[in-house]
């Protein structure tokens, strides 16, 4: 597999995940909520925050009807949600200070250029914008990474999406499973398809994940997801779209910590044991050879006169019993007494 790296973070089929505080539009149009969500990602161990940068005119004709979840008043609500490239560029350095790397979704010219005079290292491109080929071509131009989303797609659609960002030259890409559905439903998540679509390009794959909840961000970690997006809120019940389906800091936190976690129980496939403190149980856990009555020397071994039992010590191993069956003590044993190899004429 392919790997690409975001300022210093490598993203890949080594290492740990990538995870994203989603901060979309939780900032509710307000520039000190949006650096509350960027101190709260980072106290939540995320490795990035990511926004929607937009200008609603250049995207949405007046005409648009709006979705199940913003209402029919969409060009207004994405109005209220912008914020000037002033703004992004103190947003993009408070994040720097703050250590966390700081990037966007972009969806006009507009918003391509204040991306570009802020410096964000790495490109998001909505679900929505999948088959819009000309922009896909115009961010694979700037080189930069390039994180796919692919919800209402089909594999053509991204490989369709794939080739055009590679025909810049530019083959530094993820691609992530996503529902386009807010709340996306349980039984259509298919986290199959991350391991399809990791076999089928060659590139990270991970989830865009839009459940309630976080088990299964924690489902798709299980099923090589490499990267981790997740809506970010700093409350639920705050006035937004996206904040019922976002998760908390404290949740963020959580689900951080036992991705981390998960990752440690992964492995790397191949079972060789004993391993680290198990060695220690071997003795104790396995069984040995014992007299189960008195036998004296010159009797031989049977089922009838030993028995195995734990401790395994250095004494005859189970599996060795039926090449010694039948063979000979050289010294007797007392009721409940190991026997060992050397015990044998």
């Known amino acids: 597999m392919k790997t690409i790296k975001i300022d210093n973070r490598k993203i890949g089929d080594k290492g740990n995940s990538f995870i994203i505080a989603e901060g979309g539009i939780n900032h509710n149009g307000d520039i000190n909520i949006a650096k509350e969500l960027i101190s709260a990602a980072v106290e939540s161990n995320a490795d ?6 937009f200008n609603t005119e250049l995207f949405y004709s ?9 209402g ?13 490239e002033k703004g992004w560029f103190e947003l993009k350095e408070f994040a720097d200070k703050k250590n966390i790397i700081f990037f ?3 969806f006009d010219d507009k918003s391509f250029d204040i991306a570009e005079k802020i410096d964000i290292p790495a490109y998001k491109i909505a679900s929505g914008d999948i088959n819009f080929l000309p922009f896909l071509e115009k961010i694979g131009k700037t080189g930069k990474p390039v994180i796919l989303s692919t919800g209402m797609s089909n594999i053509k659609d991204i490989s369709t999406a794939v080739s055009e960002i590679e025909k810049t030259g530019n083959k530094k ?3 992530l499973q996503c529902i386009s559905l807010y709340p996306a439903p349980y039984n259509l998540m298919n986290l199959k398809t991350i391991k399809t679509i990791a076999k089928a390009f060659g590139y990270p794959a991970g989830l865009s994940d839009h459940t309630e909840g976080y088990h299964i961000s924690l489902a798709a970690i299980a099923m090589g997801a490499k990267i981790i997006e997740k809506h970010f809120t700093l409350d ?7 904040h019922k389906l976002s998760i908390s800091p404290k949740e963020f936190k959580d689900m951080v910590k036992q991705i981390r976690d998960i990752e440690k129980a992964l ?3 191949y079972k060789k044991g004993p391993v680290g403190d198990e060695k220690k149980s071997v003795d104790l856990a396995r069984r040995g050879l014992y007299a189960k009555k008195t036998v004296k020397a010159g009797d031989s071994i049977s089922s009838d006169n030993t028995i195995f039992k734990r401790p395994a010590a250095d004494y005859i191993k189970p599996e060795d019993f039926k090449f010694i069956v039948g063979k000979k003590l050289k010294n007797g044993k007392k009721d409940g007494e190991g026997i060992k190899y050397k015990d044998l004429v």
Do not use: R, W, Y
């Open 104 to 106: 966007a979704s972009v």
């Open 173 to 175: 890409i993820s691609i």
């Open 48 to 53: 990035a925050i990511k926004f929607q940068i």
């Open 72 to 84: 029919k008043e969409i060009i207004k609500l994405l109005k209220s949600l912008e914020f000037s």
């Open 236 to 242: 639920k019940n705050m006035k937004g779209p996206d």
């Open 62 to 70: 007046a005409s648009h009807k709006g979705f199940a979840q913003t």
């Open 267 to 269: 492995g790397n496939g």
